[in-house]
């Protein structure tokens, strides 16, 4: 599994891990500070991905602070998560897939690099992933 780091993104994640350490699955989550705590505060088995801390990482934020939330929301999936966070993240959750031997990859909606890594995976079984939305949107859930 693999979320960014909030407690929005996490709390669909998490509840994901839930259901399938439930029903007897080894369940790895993939996320960057500050989620690793409530990852392994769940119980789970955290994957440490890098940060995408930067000048021109900041900026945007600072552009978006300045926005209506819609226009903020888009800002920040559109400059952040991919082109930042994504990128970042994406040796990590390549090298988890390959030390887990994952038959699923869930991800938070927003955390662009595991689908990515998922294609390639290491089985020859095609990977199959879920999308959650996080908790804070208007219509929470999976697709």
């Known amino acids: ?73 888009a800002l920040v999936v559109r400059e952040i998560f991919g082109p930042f966070d994504g990128r970042a993240a994406l040796p990590g959750i390549r090298a988890a897939i390959g030390a887990w031997h994952r038959d699923v990859v869930v991800i938070d909606i927003t955390e662009c690099a595991a689908p990515i890594a998922a294609r390639w995976g290491t089985r020859s079984t095609p990977p199959t992933w879920a999308r959650c939305r996080p908790a804070s949107t208007s219509s929470p859930g999976c697709r």
């Open 1 to 73: 599994m693999s979320s960014m780091p909030g407690a929005g993104h996490l709390i669909a994640v998490l509840a994901f891990a839930r259901a399938f350490a439930q029903a007897g699955d080894e369940v790895l989550v993939a996320v960057r500070e500050p989620g690793i705590g409530m990852v392994r505060a769940a119980g789970f088995e955290a994957w440490p991905l890098d940060g995408a801390a930067s000048p021109a990482r900041d900026a945007v934020f600072a552009r978006a602070r300045r926005l209506a939330f819609d226009q903020a929301n």
